[in-house]
């Protein structure tokens, strides 16, 4: 079902690396955990808040850490709206072939 669909969205989890797998198109909606984990799927893309404290779950120089004990507001700032606007980007450019996927920018 992933390998037929014309886009998959998830949070940052396993979904997420099993798509960037599969080489299916991708979008991670990232928050407590940063971008690069996603960085060697080329077929993955992100979305993520403009906060500064996003991706404080995970750093390369400390590991994972707890939860925030304020909940996460970065992921509340990430809107549907938002993940929507980046979806229709995404669907509206044309989709190489995994093998020639160019370099995740």
């Known amino acids: 079902m992933i390998e037929a669909a014309d886009l998959t969205i998830g949070n940052d989890s396993g979904f997420c690396h099993l798509a960037g797998v599969l080489q299916a198109r991708t979008l991670a909606i990232c928050g407590p955990t ?25 750093r390369s120089d400390r590991g994972y850490r707890r939860a925030c004990s304020v909940g996460c507001e970065a992921l509340a700032e990430t809107t549907a709206a938002r993940v929507m606007d980046a979806a229709r980007l995404m669907l509206d450019r044309d989709f190489p072939a995994a093998e020639t996927a160019g370099p995740r920018i």
């Open 34 to 58: 940063a971008r690069n984990l996603f960085a060697w799927y080329r077929t993955v893309e992100t979305v993520e808040p403009y906060l500064q404290c996003r991706g404080c779950y995970w």
